[in-house]
């Protein structure tokens, strides 16, 4: 049950993370779309550029539990079934 709410969770961070970052084809870094700089991702961890968005851009790619409970709409067009 944990483990997949874990996995929805990181999906759905993944997805945010991604409007700010291009993503190499072997999935082991990252480019900002801002800035050019290539990040590491390798494990897909994307905890790499969380930290440069608000440490460099001071963007704050929004935390999921705040966004589903703030839109509870906007989730049902993610419907995964
Ligand atoms: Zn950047």
């Known amino acids: 049950m944990a483990k997949f709410e874990q ?3 990181s999906l759905i961070e993944k997805t945010r993370v991604w409007e700010y970052f ?3 084809i072997s999935g082991e870094s990252a480019q900002c ?3 050019q700089k290539v990040l590491k991702t390798s ?4 905890s790499s550029t969380h930290k440069h968005m608000k440490s460099v851009h001071s963007i704050i790619i929004n935390n999921v539990k705040r ?3 703030e839109n509870p709409a906007h989730t049902s067009s993610y419907s995964i079934q």
């Open 22 to 24: 291009l993503r190499e």
């Open 43 to 46: 494990g897909g961890s994307t």
């Open 7 to 9: 996995c929805k969770q």
């Open 33 to 35: 779309m801002i800035c």
């Open 67 to 69: 966004s589903v409970s």
